[in-house]
Structure formats: C-alpha cells, structure tokens
C-alpha cells in the first residue's frame, strides 16, 4: 500500500514484495442494532433494514508483505494464504448468515466495517506474526471498504468470539 | 504529489524450479507449476511527483509507454522466462521476482528525470492475485 515514508532501498538484503490474492463469499444479512427503536432502525438502514436480510457476493481482497524467499522466489506465508483464507474465512463465512456469525463484542450490527475489522482480527491471528498487511472487502462492485494495519491498531479489540467458537450450532435452526 | 500509472500487457512462458533441489523436493513444492506453462500479465507503472507548471503532466505518459515497451515488454513479451531471460537464470520466475527486476529495469531508466520517481510495480499473474513492489528491501536498507 502506498506508505508516507520512503521506502528503504539498498543494493543487497532481500526485496520485500507484497502479494494479494482474492476471494469471493455469499452471505446473508440484515442491518439492524438492537439498542436502536424499530423506526430508528428503519430511518438508519433503509432497505438493509429489511426484516428477512438480503444478501451479497463478497470479494475479499488480502495482501500480505514478506521478503521474498531465495529458495521459492515467493513470499514467505504465500503459499500458505489460501489455505489460511479458506479454513478461518470462507469456511466460517460462505453461505452463511452474518447476523448469527457476528457478536455485539464485534460491532453493533453486520457492517461491512465491522465485518473487514473481525476479518482482520482472524487473519491476523491465522497468519505468521505482522506479515498482513491490507484487506480489502467488497460489499457490491461499487461499495469496498479497506482496512491496512495502522487502521487496525487504531480499533478496539474486542476479543474474538462466534457462536460456533462457543460450541454453540451456527447458520438456520 | 500525485501518482500515474501506465497498464501495459505481456504474455510469456515460465516453469518452477530450484535447481539446488532434487525433483521430488521441487514437484512436492512448486505442483504444477514446475510443468512449463505461461499468463497474461498485466502491468502497472506507477510514477510519482508534482504535475509540471508548463505542461501539467507528472510525466509524459506516452514516454512512459516507450519506455516501458523498451525495457520490460520487448524483454519479455511472447518469451520463455527461464530461457530467454538471462535474470532468470539465477532466480525462479515468480510474479515476486518479475516485479523486482521490473522495478530495477525502470528505476535505471527513470533515474536522473526533474520531478517525478518510480513508486509502484503491480504484476497481476491473473485476475485474482497480483504482486506490489515498492523498492524495499529488508535487511541492511539505507535510504538514498
């Protein structure tokens, strides 16, 4: 991502190069905060109020920054992205209801800010220490909502937790 | 400041491999991609600086174009990485690699101009996964 500083060059040391790599997952919601009357909710929301949800085809965009291996020629915890990606987000997320996913610790309601901000709190965790970098998550072609590492340390950490985390049955009774 | 960035295509052939390693290291790591094989990539030169007073460009785009069809895609269009490319002799043709020798190819020719530098390599290998190269490097970096 484009930093303020310059970045640091020199003739030897190994190039650090960032990769991103995207998905996509269809998920269920409906914005809605429970602290909120039912006509606030309504004004606030509009048509993401709608009682029975509605859904969207999420693209998640996710870069991670390393040095480049002089073995592979690849960024170190590259090859291991898809697979992080795959077991801890599209798993827990793909043809799913964000509603029962997200906890009020996470955010007041199933925002695409607070579901990039809860995206990033488990890359985080999954991934080797610092090496991501920048999230991008696409609500529709033209809504995208990006969230890099200083934006995250700005957050609150609310610890993460889901219904499933807790043992407890996850998607439609 | 402001930044422009030129899109330029070109489409090549490469194939994994570490030679320092045996065929079985190198099929267990790289899969498929040790099978020779090739992509459109797509190309993004991204030049930063302040726009002239006189012309109210950061750079002449239709000079970046040249330069950049000089330097990277007669280099590499419609080639085989591994063999055609002397870089490549030494280091595995990943989208990692590309985009620092790209990086390196543009900065010599960029070096010296008033008002503008290189900022941004992005190497897209397909439509869902692309590299970014900024010019840094880890380890005894020194600014210049």
Redesign the interface.
């Known amino acids: 991502m484009p930093r303020e500083s310059e970045p640091e060059r020199s003739a030897g040391g190994v190039p650090v190069v960032e990769i991103t790599r995207s998905y996509g997952f269809s998920a269920a919601h409906r914005l809605h905060n429970p602290r909120f009357s039912l006509a606030d909710n309504a004004r606030i929301y509009g048509r993401c109020n709608n009682p029975n949800g509605h859904g969207h085809t999420y693209r998640l965009e996710v870069t991670i920054r390393g040095p480049v291996s002089p073995e592979t020629g690849w960024v170190e915890a590259g090859p291991a992205l898809d697979a992080v990606v795959r077991t801890q987000v599209l798993r827990r997320f793909d043809r799913m209801t964000l509603d029962h996913l997200i906890t009020p610790t996470d955010g007041p309601t199933s925002t695409s800010e607070v579901l990039v901000a809860l995206l990033w709190r488990i890359l985080d965790g999954a991934l080797p220490a610092g090496r991501l970098c920048h999230l991008r998550l696409e609500e529709t072609p033209n809504n995208f909502f990006d969230l890099d590492r200083d934006g995250a340390d700005g957050l609150a950490r609310p610890v993460f937790t889901t219904p499933a985390d807790r043992g407890q049955k996850v998607g439609p009774a | 400041m402001i ?1 422009v960035t030129k899109r330029v295509e070109f489409c090549a052939a490469h194939r ?1 491999a ?1 030679p ?2 045996s065929e079985e290291e190198n099929r267990r ?2 899969g498929k991609c040790g099978n020779v094989h090739g992509h459109n990539y797509i190309l993004e030169v991204t030049v930063e600086g302040e726009p002239s007073p006189d012309t109210g460009m950061v750079m002449d785009l239709k000079a970046l174009k040249d330069l950049i069809i000089e330097a990277v895609v007669d280099r590499f269009d419609h080639k085989d990485l591994n063999q055609d490319v002397p870089y490549f002799k030494e ?7 590309l ?2 020798v790209i990086w390196e190819l543009l900065e010599a020719r960029l070096e010296g101009r008033q008002g503008h530098r290189l ?2 390599i992005r190497l897209h290998e397909n ?18």
């Not at chain 2, 280091?91 to 690699?97: I, L, M, Q």
Request: proline share 6%; charged share 20%; aromatic share 20%.
């Open positions: 930044q994994y570490n320092r390693w790591v790289f280091k595995n043709p990943t989208p990692e690699n985009a620092v900022h941004r439509g869902s996964f692309f590299v970014d190269y900024y010019g840094e490097h880890a380890g005894h970096a020194e600014r210049i």
